[in-house]
């Protein structure tokens, strides 16, 4: 899910011209606060704004590549299919980044087989051709894909993006076309299917992520290594060079992929397609294949909606401009678990406490996006206890809160006049406060406020004490009422001649 240096795509079916990257040496990029600041002075990366001939913003950092940029960014206009139109409003997603890389015990991490001098020197560098070598023995024995569904339905999850070939080349699915994968190491064993299924069951939408950029195929030709000047083959070798790939290899990679994508398409028919490093096939084609889909805007030909990479990409200084103000869908896909991407058992039983999941899908929402977070299971094909902990938690939140994220049309203005994000239904507005905000220390605030009819707990629906002077709106909840360990949500209600127009979506 990192950012992708030069020597990675070098394939005409992944990415357009204008999309290729640029070598950046800095790993830390995406979503991580490191991201954002000069490590030397402390200081603020600011973006530069780019207005471009169709008449909207794009924002650039200029430490970034051009690939990380465009994750930001909506390249062509949006699908206007009928079946699509149900994405916005679904609001909240599970990631599931579960694959070989889950099985790799060391890290579980699947960037650990490119090399850098920095990963090397902290004993982090491992050769790809160990991280391949995990599939001799991977075999997710305690698999169970209607337990998860069935607890993330509960938790309110609309829809769900599995791993089906992550950038290593291993399919989870029993492929014709994969050159590693289940047939060849599971005896066919789909591992697609079963989830596909489970996720139909309990109504939930389902979402395949699926990597353009194919390691494994091209293993023999491609640098393992970040610094262009120091190649390194898929064995963690260093090398002067490596063979240059024929002159048919860009034509059979763009084939071997279109033919796993058709194959997958037909196969599951899914919702979503959730490309990344390419959509492996033009968007066009894969519109051919199901014109309801939706895609995401990291392949060739774009997609629907923009792809903000860990929270603080999400922050509302880089979604608010450009991206809603330029009336494109957007989603935040990050982690809520130790570790990173796939399963690490150093750190991936740690799962997020539950306020701040339902903290973060409320800043998401007020802006008018989607959160679709990520949890990697077990490579034994268990969800960690502590996934479980939150889908219990979001479940009885849901059951009383449910309408201040779903059906919503609209968000307040957070932060620039609240210190809490605001969603709303029209003239109800919905405040979401972490367990120690909206106290009586800590009360919520809301400038420039018109005067409320209500101000409710939505939990309890009992009123609440406020003030309201100089178009100042205060409020808190008491501390023997606040729920705790979830986000608490006050409902106020500002009557029917309330001007609801600068609030509702635009976007949508």
Not at 432 to 451: C, F, G, R, S, Y
Request: aromatic share 14%; proline share 7%; with cysteine.
């Amino acid at each position: 899910m990192k950012h992708l240096p030069l020597l990675l795509l070098l394939i005409s079916c992944a990415f357009s011209p204008a999309a290729m990257p640029q070598v950046v040496p800095d790993q830390t990029e995406d979503g991580s606060a490191e991201a954002y600041q000069n490590p030397a002075t402390g200081e603020a990366i600011t973006p530069t704004i780019e207005v471009r001939d169709d008449g909207k913003s794009y924002y650039t950092w200029p430490h970034w590549n051009k690939w990380t940029n465009g994750k930001m960014h909506v390249e062509n206009p949006r699908t206007t299919h009928p079946d699509a139109q149900w994405w916005p409003d679904a609001g909240l997603g599970l990631f599931l980044c579960w694959g070989l890389p889950s099985a790799f015990e060391p890290n579980g991490e699947g960037w650990s087989g490119i090399w850098s001098q920095d990963r090397e020197d902290r004993g982090a560098f491992y050769p790809q051709s160990e991280i391949w070598a995990a599939a001799e023995g991977w075999n997710p024995t305690d698999y169970d894909p209607e337990k998860w569904m069935a607890a993330a339905a509960k938790a309110g999850f609309q829809y769900s993006v599995i791993t089906t070939k992550h950038h290593g080349g291993y399919a989870m699915w029993d492929s014709d076309h994969a050159l590693i994968g289940v047939r060849q190491f599971m005896n066919g064993r789909d591992l697609l299917a079963p989830w596909t299924e489970a996720c139909r069951n309990h109504g939930i939408k389902v979402g395949f992520y699926y990597s353009g950029m194919d390691w494994y195929f091209e293993r023999d030709y491609k640098s393992f290594s970040y610094d262009p000047q120091w190649p390194v083959n898929y064995k963690g070798e260093h090398v002067k060079s490596l063979p240059k790939r024929p002159p048919s290899f860009s034509k059979a990679y763009e084939e071997y992929n279109a033919a796993q994508v058709k194959e997958i398409m037909e196969r599951f028919e899914p919702d979503i397609w959730w490309g990344d490093g390419g959509h492996g096939m033009h968007a066009d084609d894969i519109r051919a294949l199901k014109p309801g889909i939706v895609l995401n805007n990291r392949g060739l030909g774009g997609g629907d909606h923009a792809t903000a990479e860990g929270f603080h990409m999400a922050h509302p200084q880089f979604v608010k401009k450009p991206v809603v103000a330029n009336g494109w869908w957007w989603e935040v896909n990050a982690i809520i678990q130790g570790g990173s991407w796939h399963y690490d058992k150093n750190h991936g039983e740690r799962i997020y406490d539950s306020d701040v999941v339902l903290m973060h899908l409320a800043k998401a929402r007020c802006m008018g996006g989607n959160l679709l977070a990520n949890i990697g299971p077990r490579p034994d094909g268990r969800m960690q206890e502590q996934a479980y902990r939150l889908f219990d938690d979001m479940a009885e939140w849901m059951k009383t809160n449910r309408d201040s994220v779903f059906g919503i049309n609209g968000g307040g203005p957070w932060p620039e006049r609240c210190n809490v994000p605001i969603t709303c239904r029209d003239a109800v507005w919905y405040f979401h406060a972490t367990a120690k905000q909206a106290t009586a220390e800590d009360p919520i605030v809301l400038q420039d406020a018109a005067e409320p009819v209500s101000v409710k707990l939505m939990r309890t629906g009992e009123e609440l004490e406020y003030t309201y002077a100089n178009n100042v709106l205060k409020f808190s909840i008491p501390d023997d009422t606040k729920a705790g360990h979830v986000t608490d949500v006050v409902v106020v209600d500002f009557g029917k001649d309330f001007d609801t127009t600068p609030y509702l979506f635009k976007h949508w």
